[in-house]
């Protein structure tokens, strides 16, 4: 076939994909190897560049490393997986990617010191040399990223004391998880520890930059069951802690601001049933945050984000389920997270319970108005990572 017949072949497929109003893809084929917890970014040449962990396990398995791979805008198609980061001997986990409005590439993720969640050292990466057809950027400057959390110690005794006195559901479900996790961590001696309250704090979704030009840092502790926000205000060079975000076990913050410049953290429900997505406001630019409350949207202790759309309006992406995580869905609010009218799903249904599982979302809106989901897919044959692209009427019309 003529070279200018197959690159007008190439070129209507790619307008096939790019005028269709769902379209999704395998990144790279099944295999047994855990590959979970990616990020997306869109770069400024219209390529996305994605990342994950993978290996024989999480933080128990020495040999977990990041993957990235890059969809080539040209070609329409994903390269290979390669090598983003690795540190023998150690799991490095949970990678996130993040486009500042400078245009740097950063890269965040834990490492896993010993073998336990709360263990985690938080490293990252700037690069301004990322947009090549191939391989991982080019990183100009690397460092960690250690908090202080603010009034940890006072925060946690504030839940307790409310928990101890409170009557009710809330209080039952903040008692059985003070119970079941906070023994040695919330309600012990481990907030007013230094080395237990400054450890152990890392990402799992996008960070979210502020009009003052403020980085926030979405993280969370295993140990504690609290998010937190690490801060710069110094183009991520430095950073300091916010408050925590405490509640009756809300990790995995979410961040999105509204029209009046206050800030929603949408958090994973980490405590005992009915599990519920948890939620929490600032109102001065990140720094404290109310104590988390249950919203009405389901959830079955996995990770869910939320990001606001040029029109203004929001998109989650979450299990709309109370238990397993085999229905992944797609949803927008016209009115800020007051409601969700529209939902759709992107994988499975609430009513086909299975084995399978599709989780862990990572959620972008591209330059052109698509929004792109990548998410972790796992099921009987071995695991991946997903990639869907549409757009917000295709949610719209529903299932």
């Avoid at 997306?40 to 990235?68: M, Q, T």
């Avoid at 520890?193 to 152990?200: H, I, K, N, P, V």
């Amino acid at each position: 076939m003529p070279m200018r017949t197959i690159l007008a072949c190439a070129l209507l497929a790619m307008s096939a994909i790019a005028a269709a109003p769902y379209s999704g893809e395998l990144i790279f084929p099944l295999e047994k190897w855990h590959n979970h917890s990616s990020s997306i970014a869109e770069l400024p040449n219209g390529d996305l560049l994605v990342c994950w962990f993978h290996g024989s396990g999480e933080r128990n398995a020495d040999d977990v490393l990041l993957r990235g791979a890059r969809w080539n805008h040209a070609t329409g198609a994903w390269s290979a997986p390669f090598l983003m980061a690795d540190t023998p001997g150690f799991p490095d986990t949970n990678p996130v990617l993040f486009l500042d409005a400078r245009k740097r590439l950063f890269l965040f993720w834990p490492l896993i010191i010993a073998h336990r969640w709360e263990t985690a050292l938080m490293k990252y990466r700037i690069s301004t040399d990322y947009q090549q057809p191939s391989g991982p950027p080019h990183w100009e400057f690397q460092d960690n990223i250690v908090l202080i959390p603010k009034n940890i110690e006072a925060k946690t005794k504030e839940l307790a004391t409310k928990a101890a006195a409170g009557t009710g559901p809330l209080a039952q479900r903040a008692t059985q998880l003070i119970t079941r996790l906070f023994v040695a961590w919330s309600n012990g001696a481990h907030s007013s520890d230094e080395y237990f309250s400054r450890l152990g704090w890392f990402t799992r979704t996008h960070p979210l930059q502020l009009p003052s030009g403020r980085i926030l840092v979405p993280m969370y502790s295993d140990g504690f069951s609290y998010g937190i926000m690490a801060i710069s205000d110094d183009d991520g060079y430095t950073w300091f802690a916010s408050e925590p975000i405490v509640g009756v076990g809300c990790i995995q913050p979410s961040v999105v601001r509204r029209k009046d410049g206050a800030l929603v953290a949408y958090l994973r429900d980490n405590g005992p049933p009915p599990k519920r997505a948890q939620i929490s406001l600032s109102k001065d630019d990140g720094v404290t945050w109310t104590q988390a409350r249950d919203t009405d949207i389901p959830n079955p202790g996995t990770s869910l984000e939320v990001i606001r759309l040029r029109n203004g309006d929001w998109l989650m992406v979450y299990n709309d389920i109370e238990q397993g995580r085999y229905s992944l869905a797609a949803a927008v609010s016209d009115d800020e997270g007051a409601t969700w009218k529209w939902k759709r799903h992107l994988d499975g249904r609430p009513s086909a319970a299975s084995a399978n599982a599709f989780h862990y979302p990572s959620v972008i809106q591209a330059a052109d108005g698509s929004l792109h989901v990548t998410y972790s897919y796992f099921v009987s044959g071995g695991k991946t990572i997903k990639h869907a692209r549409f757009i917000e009427d295709w949610v719209k019309a529903g299932d």
